[in-house]
């Protein structure tokens, strides 16, 4: 059968796990498996290829997994389930982040840095200076194969947020985990393929941002900002822990992104 038939089958089965979206990820697994014009023919050796990632998605694993690769900022990024699949609502985190690499102000700490995306996009779109730092060996191997991907030089740090850190850097980032405990029990069936370790935040979802809190001065340069993502009911919690905070919200005007400025006044009382 050609392509264009392939893709309508392939939607057809793939309709009880991605809904309107199923001919999308039809689409995506061909393309994935070398087919990108419609009136290519799909053999019976082609098609037995395809089953075995057909059935890991219906079982319901992330399209993102099944492809291995996923992209962010425009940019291609390996992934797999060792690492969280990166969402276009970070790329916020990015839009923000990227004006404030003035000249001589690259110095970039990309915290709980998973598959490196944001780092990598910053170092790649903004010539930053990265370092990427987690706790996860298997997400370090990740960021440095997705560096490597991208043509840009990332250093990989494996620390428990700032433990294992050296130096003070210009522009502090994270996508920390904070799921509460409560989210995490009410997972639905493909986030539990991504890592707990990436996801869960502790009781309130508020543990790793009590923590970056208590020593991020440490760290961040005077002048220099520290980059929050949150999630959407967190924005006041996050907030009080931290002095010259902004809440900045995301393109459908959800809160986003916390932005903490360290200033000179700030640098000389540490």
Known sequence: MIVR???QEIAALLEPVAGEDARLEASFLLRA???????????????????????????????????GEWEFYGLPFYVDPTVLIP??????????????LADGQKRVLDLCCGSGCIGIALAACGGADVTAADISADALSMTERNAHRNGVSVKTVQSDLFDG????????????PYLSRDEMDALDKSLRYEPALALSGGEDGLDFYRRISAR??????????????????????VSALFENSECICDYGGRPRVIAVKHNDREAEEV
């Open 216 to 237: 991020y001065r440490e760290f961040l340069a005077p002048g220099g900002t520290l980059l929050l993502e949150i999630g959407m009911t967190q924005s006041d919690a």
């Open 165 to 176: 850190v050296e130096g003070t850097f210009d522009l502090i980032v994270s996508n920390p």
């Open 5 to 7: 038939r392939a893709e």
């Open 33 to 67: 498996s070398g087919f990108h014009s419609p009136y290519q023919i799909v053999s019976e050796t082609d098609a037995k290829a395809l089953k075995p990632l057909i059935e890991r998605r219906l079982k319901g694993e992330p399209l993102q997994y099944v492809l």
């Open 87 to 100: 969402r276009p609502d970070t790329e916020r985190l990015v839009e923000i982040a990227l004006p404030l």
